[in-house]
């Protein structure tokens, strides 16, 4: 129902902006007689569109949603192009994680038989860093488990932290998660491409305007003032929505971890070996202010909130790229955290441990 109410609120935001852009339009001919009738919201009704969009952006979110987290995993590109040679670390790469991945299948749906649900994909992503996720749309499961991962955790733990993520499918959190994940995704990535096409329109304005002879640079003005005007008004609204389902979604994915660590020792049958292999996987601590970890993507639906890829930061250049870096970590301070504490999560699988020694003994 969450994800219902945010995406008939993503719908209407999406209607105020389109009236403003379009009742903005008339300022490019220094037409202001219309200017408020284009902005009137009598043109088309509000309801309508509301119950026509939220089912249309609920099946977007089904089908692009699993497509973006793939992607945001570099999951996508891990084939290389024919015409471009691999070399040798490569090939012995793509070696290991087949070989990997066929071991994997096997324990999986060992796992999968205990828990009497279907069998996942398993895509195994060559990674330095411990961890493991699961995404979901209708008709198609997927399991990521990254090398790292298997090399760290023994027997008893790896069997875990699947039974986690199986967990995590049966109870069907993944395909919500999944979903819930491209409203804050798309509501960033607009944010940041309006901010680079504001960004442009400055820079074609001054120095592409030319002389006024044929009322070019006039027209020029018309439009990059009609751009600054909308990036005025729709910069806090998309920053505003972006901020509430993101602050929804990971208190969501807090509440699911729990349930799925339930979840997992019901499959795996011990609650100490979830345990120990969180303690192995929290032993390594990332950090958590990086610009390109702290957005919303794959990172919420990991086992443990640290990112799959470890490419190298730069520093920010520039204004725009200066204010996004101070935007994140900004929000990074004001939003909830994805996952629910490590050593919550331990305590809690501690007492259940405590709990079925005690039902033994008994």
């Given at each position: 129902?969450?994800?219902?109410?945010?995406?008939?609120?993503?719908?209407?935001?999406?209607?105020?902006?389109?009236?403003?852009?379009?009742?903005?339009?008339?300022?490019?001919?220094?037409?202001?007689?219309?200017?408020?009738?284009?902005?009137?919201?009598?043109?088309?009704?509000?309801?309508?569109?509301?119950?026509?969009?939220?089912?249309?952006?609920?099946?977007?979110?089904?089908?692009?949603?699993?497509?973006?987290?793939?992607?945001?995993?570099?999951?996508?590109?891990?084939?290389?192009?024919?015409?471009?040679?691999?070399?040798?670390?490569?090939?012995?790469?793509?070696?290991?994680?087949?070989?990997?991945?066929?071991?994997?299948?096997?324990?999986?749906?060992?796992?999968?038989?205990?828990?009497?649900?279907?069998?996942?994909?398993?895509?195994?992503i060559d990674s330095e860093t411990p961890n493991s996720y699961v995404a979901s749309r209708p008709g198609e499961q997927t399991l990521f488990v990254t090398t790292a991962l298997v090399d760290h955790l023994d027997d008893a733990e790896l069997d875990a932290v699947i039974a986690h993520e199986l967990a995590h499918l049966k109870n069907g959190d993944a395909f919500v998660?999944?979903?819930?994940?491209?409203?804050?995704?798309?509501?960033?990535?607009?944010?940041?491409?309006?901010?680079?096409?504001?960004?442009?329109?400055?820079?074609?304005?001054?120095?592409?305007?030319?002389?006024?002879?044929?009322?070019?640079?006039?027209?020029?003005?018309?439009?990059?003032?009609?751009?600054?005007?909308?990036?005025?008004?729709?910069?806090?609204?998309?920053?505003?929505?972006?901020?509430?389902?993101?602050?929804?979604?990971?208190?969501?994915?807090?509440?699911?971890?729990?349930?799925?660590?339930?979840?997992?020792?019901?499959?795996?049958?011990?609650?100490?070996?979830?345990?120990?292999?969180?303690?192995?996987?929290?032993?390594?601590?990332?950090?958590?202010?990086?610009?390109?970890?702290?957005?919303?993507?794959?990172?919420?639906?990991?086992?443990?909130?640290?990112?799959?890829?470890?490419?190298?930061?730069?520093?920010?250049?520039?204004?725009?790229?200066?204010?996004?870096?101070?935007?994140?970590?900004?929000?990074?301070?004001?939003?909830?955290?994805?996952?629910?504490?490590?050593?919550?999560?331990?305590?809690?699988?501690?007492?259940?441990?405590?709990?079925?020694?005690?039902?033994?003994?008994?």
């Amino acid at each position: 129902m969450v994800l219902v109410a945010f995406d008939a609120v993503a719908v209407a935001v999406a209607y105020v902006l389109g009236h403003v852009a379009f009742g903005l339009l008339p300022l490019v001919g220094y037409d202001t007689g219309t200017l408020f009738w284009t902005m009137g919201f009598d043109i088309v009704p509000l309801w309508p569109v509301v119950l026509v969009g939220t089912p249309l952006v609920l099946a977007v979110q089904s089908i692009y949603g699993y497509r973006m987290t793939l992607r945001d995993s570099g999951t996508t590109a891990t084939e290389s192009p024919a015409s471009e040679p691999e070399s040798v670390d490569a090939m012995r790469a793509k070696i290991r994680r087949s070989e990997t991945a066929d071991r994997l299948r096997e324990r999986v749906a060992r796992l999968a038989q205990t828990a009497d649900m279907a069998t996942p994909d398993v895509t195994v992503i060559d990674s330095e860093t411990p961890n493991s996720y699961v995404a979901s749309r209708p008709g198609e499961q997927t399991l990521f488990v990254t090398t790292a991962l298997v090399d760290h955790l023994d027997d008893a733990e790896l069997d875990a932290v699947i039974a986690h993520e199986l967990a995590h499918l049966k109870n069907g959190d993944a395909f919500v998660m999944t979903a819930a994940a491209f409203l804050p995704t798309v509501c960033a990535l607009f944010t940041r491409t309006l901010g680079r096409t504001l960004q442009y329109s400055v820079l074609c304005h001054w120095f592409l305007g030319g002389d006024d002879e044929d009322g070019t640079w006039v027209a020029g003005g018309n439009i990059h003032l009609v751009m600054l005007l909308f990036a005025v008004i729709a910069i806090p609204v998309t920053a505003t929505l972006y901020l509430a389902s993101t602050a929804c979604y990971r208190l969501l994915s807090r509440i699911r971890e729990y349930a799925a660590d339930a979840g997992g020792v019901a499959i795996c049958g011990s609650p100490a070996a979830l345990a120990s292999a969180l303690e192995t996987l929290t032993d390594d601590q990332r950090p958590d202010t990086d610009i390109r970890t702290a957005e919303t993507g794959v990172r919420e639906l990991c086992v443990v909130p640290h990112a799959i890829t470890a490419d190298e930061q730069t520093a920010p250049n520039g204004r725009a790229e200066r204010l996004a870096h101070r935007w994140h970590s900004i929000t990074e301070r004001v939003l909830p955290g994805s996952h629910p504490d490590a050593d919550d999560r331990i305590a809690a699988l501690a007492e259940r441990q405590s709990a079925l020694d005690r039902r033994g003994q008994s």
